[in-house]
């Protein structure tokens, strides 16, 4: 097939970029390395669009969070990402979560069912020196692609660590401890829940603090990690407490098990360790916020201290990869494109937004805009009251290119509404998101096929 667009990178973005494109009928070549003999330190599929760390995209509110109103704004444009989550959803209160195995299957699918839509397992090494592409190889390009990227863009690329949590057996926990429920019952017994004394926890959080961790490579030194990905040892680290205003909150959470006779306090735990739903069947479940660079072996004695986890057998470990991104605001033009080379645009995490949901819309726009240019149409940008609009202009030039650093989508990007009262500003924000969206999605919006 002769193609009108290469994209790299078979990812969230990259498969969302081709969905976009290939149903407007243009051709598109996508290029994924995993199952051409290459892969990274974090996958363990060549599947398209794989979840390596979580199996959340956040909350689906979208009303009065962000991150909901983005996946509200990513289904009136036909999100691909959107519909195999839909498809391959599991449990999860409020938020919304997705089978792994499910959602890749589903996402390669509907590309493949696309006539105009090629997937070719192949590394490619070099940024093309002609013709429209989409680079959308992620947080873990390859390092002979990256060095390409450094050239072109002739400045040094950033990095992060980001790390992966746990994943449980479910018949491992025991539930004559743990027991299900989400915060202040909202959504549903979607979680389970794992209570700690005062006395469990400090010593659990002395554990952290002591465990053996993994060691970085002398390159990887002075790496910074992603504020909304921290390894819970670092957090740890931070102070007595901090896990206890964090992943490990008890608040809202009431223990059934715990008579008050026992426990004088009332049935409220000291700290509470939370686990998500991570497939269809729910076999297996994810431990909520509990990143981490501790050593393999660490980890099964430490977290084994955790009431209800015991017996714990884990369907994978914890991990840490580094991440690559672009400085964005310095390199990319306003459609994405890199300044040097107009020719070539970016999408997903590589340009500096940090999520499942950020990483596919970012991809979903890089789609859009290259449709608008193939069909010779100008390219009006969405809103930046919306959420799409507001995560493209941070990425792309609002943000301060010195301190840039990946950034998940938050009402802090949007333009503010100061004269809203404070309680009524997230509903403000969303409303007015839905109202300039739609109308924008009427007026400038490329037609599909």
């Known amino acids: 097939m002769t193609q009108d667009i290469h994209i790299i990178g078979g990812g969230l973005a990259g498969s969302e970029a081709a969905w976009q494109l290939g149903r407007r009928g243009f051709r598109v070549r996508v290029s994924e390395m995993r199952g051409a003999g290459d892969t990274t330190p974090a996958h363990q599929t060549d599947g398209l669009a794989e979840l390596v760390c979580s199996n959340s995209f956040r909350s689906d509110d979208h009303e009065h969070n962000a991150v909901g109103l983005l996946h509200h704004e990513m289904r009136g444009l036909d999100s691909l990402i959107m519909r195999a989550g839909e498809e391959a959803r599991v449990p999860a209160g409020s938020a919304m979560a997705v089978d792994r195995d499910l959602f890749s299957a589903a996402v390669e699918r509907e590309l493949r069912a696309l006539p105009t839509v090629e997937i070719v397992r192949e590394r490619v090494d070099a940024l093309p020196a002609s013709g429209p592409t989409i680079v959308a190889t992620g947080p873990l390009t390859a390092q002979v692609l990256a060095e390409s990227i450094v050239s072109a863009t002739g400045s040094d690329r950033l990095a992060f660590f980001d790390a992966i949590a746990p994943i449980v057996h479910r018949d491992s926990i025991d539930m004559s401890v743990c027991w299900m429920a989400a915060r202040w019952d909202k959504g549903g017994k979607d979680y389970i829940n794992c209570p700690m004394t005062k006395e469990q926890y400090l010593a659990f959080h002395q554990g952290l603090l002591d465990g053996e961790k993994t060691e970085f490579r002398e390159w990887e030194a002075d790496t910074p990690y992603f504020e909304g990905c921290m390894p819970i040892e670092v957090m740890a680290a931070?102070?007595?407490?901090?896990?206890?205003?964090?992943?490990?909150?008890?608040?809202?959470?009431?223990?059934?098990?715990?008579?008050?006779?026992?426990?004088?306090?009332?049935?409220?735990?000291?700290?509470?360790?939370?686990?998500?739903?991570?497939?269809?069947?729910?076999?297996?479940?994810?431990?909520?916020?509990?990143?981490?660079?501790?050593?393999?072996?660490?980890?099964?004695?430490?977290?084994?201290?955790?009431?209800?986890?015991?017996?714990?057998?884990?369907?994978?470990?914890?991990?840490?990869?580094?991440?690559?991104?672009?400085?964005?605001?310095?390199?990319?033009?306003?459609?994405?494109?890199?300044?040097?080379?107009?020719?070539?645009?970016?999408?997903?995490?590589?340009?500096?937004?940090?999520?499942?949901?950020?990483?596919?819309?970012?991809?979903?726009?890089?789609?859009?805009?290259?449709?608008?240019?193939?069909?010779?149409?100008?390219?009006?940008?969405?809103?930046?009251?919306?959420?799409?609009?507001?995560?493209?202009?941070?990425?792309?030039?609002?943000?301060?290119?010195?301190?840039?650093?990946?950034?998940?989508?938050?009402?802090g990007l949007f333009p503010p509404l100061p004269d809203v009262p404070k309680k009524a500003r997230k509903t403000a924000y969303t409303e007015r998101a839905k109202r300039d969206f739609a109308a924008w999605t009427s007026e400038a919006l490329p037609a599909a096929a």
Not at 323 to 333: A, H, K, Q
Not at 385 to 411: C, K, R, W, Y
Request: one cysteine or more; hydrophobic letters at 40%.
């Open 238 to 411: 931070r102070g007595v407490d901090t896990l206890r205003y964090g992943p490990m909150k008890p608040v809202g959470l009431d223990n059934p098990h715990w008579a008050t006779e026992e426990h004088p306090a009332g049935r409220w735990a000291h700290a509470v360790v939370q686990l998500r739903q991570d497939n269809a069947l729910g076999t297996l479940w994810n431990m909520v916020g509990f990143q981490t660079k501790l050593k393999h072996a660490e980890q099964v004695r430490l977290f084994r201290t955790i009431p209800g986890l015991e017996n714990a057998e884990f369907a994978r470990l914890g991990g840490l990869h580094r991440n690559t991104f672009l400085n964005s605001p310095l390199v990319l033009d306003r459609q994405l494109r890199l300044k040097a080379r107009p020719h070539i645009r970016f999408g997903g995490q590589i340009t500096g937004c940090e999520g499942y949901v950020e990483s596919s819309a970012v991809g979903l726009l890089a789609g859009l805009m290259a449709a608008a240019e193939l069909s010779g149409k100008a390219w009006a940008p969405p809103p930046r009251t919306s959420a799409m609009g507001a995560l493209l202009a941070h990425i792309t030039g609002d943000a301060e290119a010195e301190t840039f650093q990946p950034m998940n989508v938050n009402f």
